[in-house]
């Protein structure tokens, strides 16, 4: 699929969801810097193109598996934006009850199983939700989202391993934004890369620019369908890059201006915008869809505030059943 | 009632288990030839490959994928081989099976069995000899259960794959051959209950595990002197059952806790104080002292408790 063809509504839908999880990410950052959200917040400012074209082939009841940058994935899949800002303010109507917080948002009621701090963590634990899938027959498919951190750790090589060997319903997408933490991955990641470590064990690969939505989305499409029709694991490499920082405090100067203004160029919002212009879209109408997604993340914000705090009881909840604190 | 060893009474409760309900299964190294004890022979063939999980030696992705597993609403039973190995997947037990209820403020829950061989056995060395559950029980959202005989192998299994919390299952290698009388097609035991191995009124010991039999043995010397012991296998660690040790100390005013493991940090030193704290008894810890587990015997022998070792701290209470 080519800019050209891509359907133009499906494209202005991307246009949308991406619009929204920009606003979310520059609220999150601006309470961040208010010191009103607390702890680590990870924005994914600039991979909104992944996030989007992979979670629009996914289905409500398909699970996703998540990262420390995991906001957008949250949002793409479906997740209620109040319920989100309230758990990044803390409050028990959060979709963890305030217990989580931004690295641990998660909404079970959308298949989304949860951010996570560990990095990598999250493959084990979607190859054990792709495996609970095909043991009980179901047709639901895992997409699984790390980073090009990840790739580095145990827990990728064996999780990679266990999907192929159980020939498991799950996509891979590895979301390469350029940078470990602070540091430049290429400079620590030995051989080829991700895509050509799945290879090797097997498992399809294809790498996309992930600034492109038109192309994760194609890229997803093929996948998710093979996966369905019972072609077992696949991976994606979608290339994109942090406009921001590590976390919302991180100002990033371990890297050149010039590289960020050029990568600036190549916001995948902007790259949308460009191809909707083309294909016809008045420019008034997708500046109003960015106003409305302001909007409703304003209001999200709004109401997620005038939300209480927890009861100090929800500390003491949901630890264990044996042997519950008192 | 059948006269059954420990580790057939384990296999006979996940089989039970497995037969009474179709989400549990079981995954680890070697499975599908029974296990690297025979704790599993015979279960592939009649469960089949998928719910008797043969899987590559991963144990961060066997941990990790349990967890999975287990929040989509399967009820894995992970086998880590021995203790030892476990440590290969403690981000995926710490971070993620005992938090995930808790951070995901209950949306989902992780019922799932780790069972962790534990203990010196036929002079295995420092790396398959360890007795870690101290620093499982320290971790809140996990249970750990420590059986020490057929009867409870097989109650306290099947109540560990009924509970629905994360339950570190640790099974003392040394007493796989070790037989006893087990009701078939019982019932599960209760979690967290301790067991009186024997009364007496002179002094309390708690232990667990393996080290039973040398308490045991202690206790005979002991009352070949006219000295009562009162022992109590504690079963559980956590949540260990507070009500009958204190109640056993109070009467007694004497507490001696022996474990396996080292001493320093074990969770005797936790029952010891609780006791100290609540009643002002007397207490005495034994454990292993802080060495890794040598290989040739007279050197690993230097970390067990001995019988002499146990008869001698009870003298020093009373």
């Not at chain 1, 009861?311 to 003491?316: F, H, I, K, T, V």
Request: with cysteine; glycine share 10%; charged share 25%.
């Amino acid at each position: 699929m080519t800019r050209a063809n891509i359907d133009v509504e499906r494209l202005r839908e991307h246009f949308r969801t991406m619009a929204r999880i920009r606003a979310f990410e520059e609220a999150a950052e601006a309470g961040q810097k208010s010191g009103e959200i607390r702890g680590a917040v990870h924005l994914s400012v600039g991979q909104e193109a992944v996030a989007s074209g992979i979670c629009a082939n996914l289905r409500r009841s398909d699970y996703l598996v998540s990262t420390h940058r995991g906001h957008g994935h949250t949002i793409a899949k479906g997740a209620d934006v109040t319920a989100m800002m309230a758990e990044l303010l803390g409050k028990a109507g959060g979709t963890c009850q305030g217990k989580g917080g931004s690295m641990h948002i998660a909404d079970f009621s959308i298949g989304m199983l949860g951010a996570n701090g560990v990095v990598g963590a999250g493959i084990p634990i979607a190859a054990g939700a792709a495996h609970a899938v095909k043991l009980r027959g179901g047709s639901e498919i895992v997409a699984c989202f790390f980073g090009d951190g990840a790739v580095n750790r145990g827990p990728f090589l064996e999780g990679l391993n266990w999907a192929r060997i159980y020939d498991l319903p799950i996509l891979f997408i590895c979301e390469d934004n350029g940078f470990a933490a602070t540091t430049r991955t290429r400079s620590l990641t030995g051989g080829p890369g991700p895509a050509a470590r799945a290879e090797a064990l097997g498992i399809p690969a294809r790498i996309v620019d992930g600034n492109a939505v038109e192309e994760v989305d194609a890229a997803a499409a093929e996948r998710v369908t093979r996966i369905r029709e019972g072609g077992g694991p696949q991976f994606i490499l979608a290339q994109t890059y942090r406009l921001k920082g590590h976390t919302a405090h991180d100002p990033a100067t371990y890297r050149p201006a010039a590289e960020v203004e050029e990568k600036q160029r190549r916001d995948p919002i902007e790259l949308c915008r460009e191809t909707l212009l083309l294909r016809g879209v008045p420019a008034a109408a997708l500046a109003a869809d960015e106003a409305a997604a302001r909007v409703e993340i304003a209001a999200a914000v709004a109401a997620a505030r005038a939300q209480p705090w927890g009861d100090e009881s929800l500390a003491w909840r949901d630890v264990q059943d044996m042997g519950a604190p008192a | 009632m059948t006269l059954m060893s420990y580790l057939e009474a384990g296999k006979r409760a996940l089989a039970e288990e497995m037969r009474r309900d179709p989400a549990v299964w079981a995954l680890g190294e070697d499975l599908g030839r029974g296990g690297v004890f025979g704790q599993y022979k015979g279960l592939a063939e009649e469960f089949g490959p998928q719910r008797i999980c043969d899987t590559p030696i991963s144990e961060a992705c066997i941990m990790g994928a349990a967890v999975g597993a287990a929040l989509v609403g399967t009820r894995p039973v992970v086998e880590m081989r021995f203790s030892d190995f476990a440590l290969c997947a403690i981000d995926e037990l710490v971070n993620q099976a005992a938090k995930a209820r808790y951070m995901f403020g209950g949306q989902g829950r992780v019922p799932l069995v780790v069972r962790e061989p534990v203990g010196m056995w036929r002079s295995s060395a420092a790396q398959h000899s360890q007795s870690l559950e101290a620093w499982y029980a320290h971790i809140p959202g996990l249970v750990v259960v420590t059986p020490s005989t057929p009867a409870d192998n097989y109650g306290l299994l099947k109540a560990a794959i009924r509970c629905d919390d994360p339950v570190v299952y640790m099974e003392h290698k040394d007493l796989w051959p070790l037989e006893g009388e087990v009701e078939a097609d019982g019932e599960a035991l209760p979690l967290g209950k301790a067991r009186i191995l024997r009364q007496g009124g002179d002094l309390t010991i708690v232990a667990w595990s393996g080290v039973l039999r040398t308490v045991r043995q202690a206790a005979e010397a002991l009352a070949g002197t006219g000295v009562a012991a009162e022992v109590i296998d504690l079963r559980t660690l956590y949540p260990w059952d507070r009500e009958t040790v204190l109640a056993s100390a109070a009467r007694t005013r004497r507490l001696l806790v022996v474990h396996e493991a080292v001493a320093i940090g074990g969770f005797g030193g936790e029952i010891a104080a609780t006791a100290a704290e609540e009643l002002g008894v007397r207490v005495k810890r034994l454990g292993a002292p802080r060495l890794p587990v040598a290989y040739a015997p007279p050197l690993e022998a230097q970390c067990r408790v001995s019988e002499a070792q146990i008869v001698a701290a009870a003298r020093t209470l009373l």
